[in-house]
């Protein structure tokens, strides 16, 4: 079992930043690929961005790419999202997940979730 715990949200102005993280709980956190997705208000939950366990390599959405920045710290058994230039259409939950010994873009590719930590982007 992984337990998976998002915090860092909140409410920022347009072209602002904000960084969230995700604090996992289990010793082989290392064995887990880790995404994070997004739910807009009356949207489907979307991907945001990506990292391997093995080598790091991260993967985005286009609508974020240049702008969010994933990472993760295996010592600390958490991983970050760095938001820049946020704007008012990434308001939405924000929610972290960890699919074991894979990665992927579709949510039903990953068998932990957290509880989410709302984003608002004001104009």
């Known amino acids: 079992q992984v337990q998976l715990v998002e915090s860092g949200g909140g409410l920022v102005q347009a072209g602002g930043s904000l960084r969230l993280s995700c604090a996992a709980s289990g010793r082989t956190f290392s064995s887990y690929g880790m995404g994070w997705f997004r739910q807009g208000p009356g949207k489907e939950r979307e991907f945001v961005a990506a990292i391997t366990w093995s080598d790091g390599t991260t993967f985005y959405a286009d609508s974020v790419k240049g702008r969010f920045t994933i990472s993760r710290d295996n010592a600390k058994n958490t991983v970050y999202l760095q938001m820049n230039s946020l704007k008012p259409e990434d308001t939405a939950v924000y929610y972290c997940?960890?699919?074991?010994?894979?990665?992927?873009?579709?949510?039903?590719?990953?068998?932990?979730w957290g509880r989410g930590t709302q984003v608002t982007v004001s104009s």
């Open positions: 997940a960890a699919a074991y010994l894979r990665i992927g873009r579709e949510p039903r590719s990953y068998d932990y």
